[in-house]
């Protein structure tokens, strides 16, 4: 127990300033919340997602595939099912999942399938695995609102994959690839985008 009778001034500013850490650690915890996204490569999308204000943390890993504890050579060899995918876990008050979703669709190209530039193969493909329901509908929503940007300038149609991560594994890469764009910043980032940004929503 902590006696305040016999805190100074500056002890109670203390004991105030890790009260006030606790109480922002636990609301930011409390609105956390996570997002799996595939673009291709997962090097140059990790960066991408982890530069953005308000996301906490983020790793690479497989999923969507059927072989348990996937390998980065098996899942490259296309036998496993599995995507290149990034967990993105942010505080949903500082960065909206809508936000992340701008990110994902013009960071690359989600109309060409199970390819992104040269990176060939089903585990390029092109992928959102929801958490919520909520996400479900919001993602949903922004695969038709970037459709119609894309039409509108002649590009085909979307061929991303939109489904609920229930009963999927997020299997963790290695370690190398962990934040590597970090570890080696002039490495390979292929992203090829398809040059439309997604519509700005006009408040009323």
Not at 27 to 53: D, N
Not at 62 to 88: F, N, Q, R
Not at 131 to 153: D, H, K, R, W
Request: net charge negative.
């Amino acid at each position: 127990m902590i006696d305040l009778h016999g805190a100074t001034g500056r002890s109670l500013r203390n004991l105030s300033q890790v009260g006030k850490v606790s109480w922002e650690w636990q609301t930011t915890v409390m609105s956390s919340e996570k997002a799996y996204f595939a673009t291709g490569c997962f090097w140059g999308a990790e960066r991408r997602f982890w530069q953005l204000p308000g996301v906490l943390d983020t790793s690479v890993g497989y999923m969507g595939g059927d072989a348990p504890s996937p390998t980065y050579e098996l899942v490259c060899k296309g036998t496993t099912g599995h995507a290149e995918i990034v967990e993105v876990i942010f505080d949903s008050t500082k960065v909206s999942y809508q936000e992340l979703l701008r990110e994902f669709w013009t960071m690359h190209d989600p109309t060409t399938l199970n390819r992104q530039g040269n990176d060939i193969g089903s585990q390029y493909r092109s992928v959102i695995f929801t958490t919520t329901q909520e996400q479900l509908s919001i993602a949903q929503e922004s695969a038709s609102i970037y459709q119609g940007a894309l039409t509108a300038v002649g590009c085909g149609p979307i061929t991303t994959n939109i489904r609920p991560a229930e009963g999927m594994t997020y299997w963790l890469a290695e370690e190398y690839h962990q934040k590597y764009l970090k570890k080696n910043p002039l490495g390979y980032d292929c992203h090829s985008s398809t040059g439309v940004p997604y519509p700005i929503e006009v408040p009323a």
